[in-house]
């Protein structure tokens, strides 16, 4: 990793401010941490059958963020503990290393608050469609370059991101590569946010990468609200892909220069359960599985299914859950999702999947959550089930 | 050139002893360690205990948090001598350089029934500079074999701790920094750290008992935790005649090869180390007894005296002496090993921050044992009294004498904030024709300056201290290259293939701890 374009970034705290006020920002600041139990099996009834637990969480620290120019860092880890098996493919470990344990900087950035705007320079964690974060596991994806979010008028925000490097969640070196591929020159990403109707966001993005292939989005978020705890909801979106550089690969299924993907999503919300339909038709020969890092924000996702493969899959997915009073002892949620996935090339994959999650939140801090999903093939491909367990302490 | 050198080292040091003695103060100094010069990083050691919290959620929310943020950088002008025939030297410069942007930052939670725990970690990046590869070798980042030096990131301390008025018991990976042979040796960009198990009591007045057992360590640059046998960086360091022989190896008596596959460094089986220490101190003197003992590598003896003298209300004197003893043990995977050394130290000090001192240290020559009796020292800050920024005096045979000033300016009314030292050292290392581990004498010297932003006086060269501070330092190894390399050649039946020449040793610590 080099740091060379941020040097003068690093050390502008200490240029820009007093010795009192550096000592005054850092005494301000703040720490937050995680702490991390993460089980996981994959049964396949094959030699690809796998299961890990890790132990980790993170550790993040951020100067005073009220000041115009403040620094934030934070590191992640990933233990592995107990027996495993082929545990490289639960993700959970660094896989350039045989699957060792992982301790990764996944944000060390300078950021400066101006009046409603916001510049980040250096590792980011991001929350974009194409390339975010990703906190499925215990340790993110993250990026290297600058973020910039500010707005434009009264009812836009405009977001501009240029990141030159990126780590896997499963490494913990950032390369030009990104998960669809190497990304050359980088990838810039210019967001507009639009609020200005009433009930109604309109957001698109526009991701940049001339090496790789560069993405548009289009979403528009409509809501009725009918009372206090009724909700309708209805939402669209587009994904197209093109202009492929030399790294693209139009049959990558985590991202080419072939996206052509359309979903829509409606919904209902009550006081204590909520239950949506989603559908996506992706046209094109390429996938959108973990786009340029992450996982894509497709409405047809679900822990491990989806509708973001490639080979033009068509996705119906059925979510819905149900929040449990509250009691002493906390609360519980109960999730359940049925995903029904057929592509239109005989190269894709068919499949039915069933999800349910239990999680119990005993404190705002503290939660338990069990993840069970149960992947059945159309074609030889054999059955998979997915189990996660997950218990995290948060400070 | 040399005699520029020492020119102005005797100008400075007179001007500043002038001033010093113009002026008598009283203000409180910090005590000059005797021994082990390393950057401090954690303040866990030495703190006052924290008031229990009562819940889980209280021990998260009221713990201490520790951070440093650095910029490092060392450059070193190490001018290797490639010997093509007896008669010409072929020079063949060798800089090694990082520069880099790092430090750590921990977390250790309120005592919940005297229980705490708390991780910290560590990083170090490429920052500006040329950190190629064929510049390597300082160990200030990573050091792939295949690319440029690189940006590491590891888990250096998670642990759970117990510590009331008289105990102490800390499980896991962890600093240990006052354990003498085993500490941090934070001279790079981040320290050592250590897993295992301490114990510390402190029930008897005066007495201070420690116990360890540790099981593996962290190099400063490295991201993975070994045994202590390969931490201490054991060789095997095979050289061969003109037949392809093996003639000449570190190890010395009988060793398993197969515990040296590959490159030549320690593959067996990971051995760990147990430390028991007694130290017991009155108000004017200390003694100090350790052992570490290595399963089947070595076993070290260390003791340690101190007697500090009143001489005046503006003069006080101490006196120190150690003395180590290494023997192998149990299976004794480095081979024999059969060795000490020991060393006398005076210092004198004044209540206005004036420290002059001088010390001998002789490290025993054995060629029955290994490297002829070079001491391991790795697993910490190299306790001898002359060790200064590039010489530890570790080797086999060194007898060294070392004398040195530090001023704290700020303390003389010279200059506020400003602490600097002057050092020097003569290393007659065992260079006779006849002896197989001969090598060249050397001398060093040294200077250092430390500048603090937050504090006007009172404080050393290593002393930990929150906010900014630029510690600068730059060491001038001067070595004797006219030995007789055709007749140690005709005597031994090999050549050696390479020797040091002069060079400049210097290094700059921009440091904010919060």
Redesign the interface.
């Known amino acids: 990793?080099?740091?060379?374009p941020l040097?003068a970034l690093?050390?502008s705290p200490?240029f820009l401010m007093a010795?009192s006020g550096?000592?005054e920002a850092?005494?301000q600041?703040s720490?937050h941490?995680q702490i991390k139990l993460f089980s996981y099996d994959i049964d396949k009834k094959s030699a690809e059958d796998a299961y890990a637990n890790a132990l980790g969480g993170f550790?993040k620290?951020s100067t005073d963020t009220n000041n115009s120019f403040y620094a934030s860092?934070r590191?992640h880890?990933s233990?592995p503990v107990g027996s495993n098996k082929n545990k490289e493919d639960t993700a959970l470990f660094n896989n350039d290393k045989n699957a060792e344990?992982l301790?990764?900087?996944s944000e060390?950035y300078i950021g400066w608050n101006g009046k409603n705007r916001i510049l980040k320079v250096g590792n980011l964690m991001l929350n974009t469609p194409m390339m975010n974060d990703d906190r499925t596991r215990i340790v993110p994806w993250s990026y290297q370059g600058f973020a910039y979010t500010g707005k434009a008028t009264r009812d836009t925000k405009v977001q501009l991101y240029h990141i030159s490097q990126i780590r896997s969640h499963t490494s913990?070196?950032y390369k030009k590569e990104s998960a669809s591929g190497k990304i050359g020159s980088g990838i810039t990403m210019l967001g507009f946010n639009y609020t200005g109707v009433n009930s109604l966001d309109l957001i698109s993005y526009y991701y940049y990468a001339p090496d790789l292939y560069s993405t548009f989005i289009a979403q528009a978020d409509y809501k009725l609200v009918l009372d206090s705890e009724n909700l309708l909801c209805a939402s669209v979106q587009y994904f197209n892909s093109g202009n492929g550089g030399k790294y693209a690969e139009r049959k990558n299924k985590n991202g080419g220069d072939d996206i052509d993907l359309v979903a829509v999503k409606i919904g209902y919300t009550a006081e204590d359960w909520m239950i949506t339909l989603n559908y996506s038709q992706n046209f094109g020969i390429s996938g959108i599985v973990k786009g340029y890092g992450g996982l894509s924000h497709v409405f047809t996702t679900s822990m491990v299914a989806n509708g973001r493969g490639n080979y033009k899959p068509e996705t119906w997915m059925l979510k819905s859950s149900y929040d449990f009073p509250l009691t002493k002892w906390g609360q519980s949620e109960l999730a359940f999702t049925f995903t029904n996935t057929r592509t239109k090339d005989s190269r894709g994959d068919d499949f039915d999947a069933y999800y349910m999650h239990w999680r119990h939140r005993y404190?705002t801090?503290t939660s338990l959550f069990v993840r069970y999903e149960n992947l059945e093939y159309k074609n030889e491909k054999s059955d998979v089930n997915y189990l996660r367990i997950i218990a995290s302490?948060q400070? | 050139m040399r005699k520029n050198h020492y020119l102005s080292a005797v100008t400075a040091l007179f001007i500043i002893g002038t001033s010093a003695f113009a002026a008598e103060k009283t203000e409180k100094v910090e005590t000059v360690k005797l021994a082990g010069d390393s950057l401090s990083v954690s303040a866990d050691a030495d703190s006052e205990l924290s008031a229990n919290a009562e819940t889980i959620a209280e021990a998260f929310s009221k713990g201490k948090v520790k951070g440093l943020l650095r910029y490092g950088a060392q450059h070193r002008d190490s001018s290797y001598f490639t010997i093509e025939d007896s008669e010409l030297f072929v020079p063949r410069g060798k800089v090694q350089v990082y520069s880099a942007l790092g430090g750590y930052l921990g977390y250790e939670t309120a005592p919940l029934f005297n229980f705490s725990a708390g991780a910290t970690f560590y990083t170090s990046n490429p920052f500006l500079g040329n950190n190629s590869q064929e510049r390597a070798g300082l160990g200030g980042l990573a050091e792939p074999e295949d690319h440029d030096q690189d940006s590491y990131n590891v888990l250096g301390e998670v642990f759970l701790k117990y510590q009331n008025a008289e105990h102490l018991v800390k499980v896991g990976r962890q600093e240990m920094p006052n354990y003498r042979f085993v500490s941090l040796s934070n001279i790079r960009m981040t320290p050592f750290t250590h897993e295992g198990a301490i114990y510390e009591n402190t029930s008897i007045e005066d007495l201070k008992v420690n116990l360890a057992y540790i099981t593996q360590m962290k190099d400063r640059n490295a991201e993975d935790f070994n045994g202590m046998v390969r931490s201490a960086r054991v060789k095997v360091g095979r050289v061969t005649d003109a037949n392809g022989d093996t003639i000449k190896t570190n190890i010395r008596g009988k060793y398993n090869p197969l515990d040296y596959i590959g490159d030549g460094e320690y593959t067996g089986s990971s051995k760990s180390m147990s430390m028991l220490s007694a130290l017991y101190g009155q108000d004017n003197w200390k003694v100090e007894a350790w052992d570490y003992y290595v399963s089947d590598f070595v076993n070290t003896v260390y003791l340690y005296a101190q007697y500090d003298i009143e001489a005046t209300d503006f003069w006080k004197m101490t006196l120190a002496g150690q003395y180590a003893n290494q023997q192998d043990i149990g299976d004794s995977v480095a081979g024999h090993i059969d060795t000490w050394f020991y060393g006398l130290k005076a210092q004198a000090s004044t209540t206005n921050g004036m420290v002059f001192f001088a010390a001998y240290n002789e490290v025993s020559y054995n060629e029955d044992s290994y490297d002829s009796g070079t001491l391991f020292v790795r697993w910490g800050t190299p306790q001898m009294f002359n060790s200064f920024q590039v010489q530890d005096s570790e080797l086999a045979g060194t007898k060294s004498v070392g004398i040195g000033a530090q001023f704290d300016l700020g303390a003389l009314d010279i200059l506020d904030s400003t602490v600097i030292r002057f050092r020097y050292a003569d290393y007659d290392m065992p260079d006779n024709l006849l002896m197989i581990d001969a090598t060249a004498d050397r001398t060093e010297a040294t200077f250092d300056l430390r500048y603090s932003f937050s504090k006007d006086q009172g404080f050393g060269i290593f002393t930990q201290m929150d906010g900014l501070s630029i510690q600068l330092r730059i060491a001038y190894d001067d070595f004797r290259t006219d030995y007789d390399f055709d007749a140690y050649k005709a005597i031994h039946g090999y050549e050696l293939s390479t020797v040091n020449d002069n060079f400049v040793d210097a290094r700059i610590y921009i440091d904010y701890v919060f």
């Open positions: 990793m080099r740091l060379h040097c690093f050390f200490f010795e550096i000592t850092f005494a600041g720490v941490g550790l620290y860092v590191f880890t233990q344990s301790t990764v900087n060390a913990d070196e404190k801090d302490y400070f």
